[in-house]
């Protein structure tokens, strides 16, 4: 399976719009890949929350629209990152969309776990309240989104859905850039699943953004990392070493706590 990472240069000489336009093309570029990701927010900057109001759009809006006929023009499956919805109740939501290589919404995904501690993405966006997963031909996404890596639950729960591929577009602040990396590794060791975590480049609100985009295997090695600059990372591996790693071992079938039923 090939997959590539587009960490977009979010900065504020640019308009939506236009970036719209050239993330569409960047998809474009990806037409020999299985799977192409985008970061979090990547229209409006994840710590742009002046702008969440104004860039808001429904779910089917100018987004959707291009990276819908993006995914059907590559022949890709595209996570396209999140966008800022304004829901049909008038509430924002951080919502991803992930697309067919037919250009059809195959899931969308309401970030659960909102930053902010009573400021920002905390107050201005809803929360969403159900974990995603997205049946490939190959394997399954899990589907989470920036602040939702420092969650194991939310994983774990994805794996019980069948996930085998956790794929997480951030916005994730160049200061706590190690706990990044971490967090990827570890979220991919206790799950024995790969994780495709994919940030932005740029500043963001005076945010300057941690980029390194980074591609973990089940083993928690890194597969791939990206600088911190805008950069297509392209990586490719097999899916079947999750079912490998987790026959090999086997520790998920050890697991006690938060089982429906207790073992006896």
């Not at 929350?49 to 429904?58: K, L, T, V, Y």
């Not at 990152?81 to 939501?93: A, C, F, K």
């Not at 501690?117 to 159900?130: C, H, I, S, T, Y």
């Amino acid at each position: 399976m090939r997959a590539s990472l587009l960490q977009i240069a979010v900065n504020e000489d640019e308009s939506a719009e236009v970036r719209r336009v050239r993330a569409a093309a960047l998809v474009r570029d990806q037409a020999d890949a299985d799977l192409v990701v985008l970061p979090e927010l990547w229209t409006t900057g994840a710590f742009a929350f002046e702008e969440f109001g104004s860039q808001a759009e429904p779910l089917e809006g100018p987004t959707y629209e291009a990276m819908a006929k993006a995914a059907s023009d590559a022949g890709v499956w595209l996570h396209a990152g999140s966008v800022p919805e304004r829901g049909s109740d008038g509430q924002l939501y951080n919502t991803s969309l992930v697309f067919s290589p037919s250009g059809d919404l195959a899931a969308s995904y309401r970030k659960i776990h909102r930053f902010g501690f009573d400021k920002g993405e905390a107050v201005l966006m809803g929360a969403g309240r159900e974990p995603v997963t997205v049946r490939l031909p190959e394997t399954t996404l899990g589907v989470a989104t920036c602040y939702d890596l420092r969650f194991p639950e939310l994983f774990r729960s994805l794996v019980d859905a069948g996930a085998e591929i956790l794929v997480v577009p951030a916005g994730w602040p160049e200061r706590r850039r190690s706990h990044w990396t971490l967090l990827a590794q570890a979220r991919a060791v206790e799950n024995q699943a790969f994780v495709l975590a994919c940030g932005t480049a740029g500043t963001h609100a005076g945010v300057p953004q941690a980029g390194h985009s980074i591609v973990v295997d089940p083993w928690g090695e890194v597969l791939a990392e990206a600088g911190a600059d805008e950069e297509v990372l392209t990586v490719e591996f097999d899916p079947a070493k999750v079912a490998r790693t987790r026959e090999q071992f086997p520790a998920l079938k050890d697991r006690v706590l938060g089982l429906s039923t207790p073992r006896r």
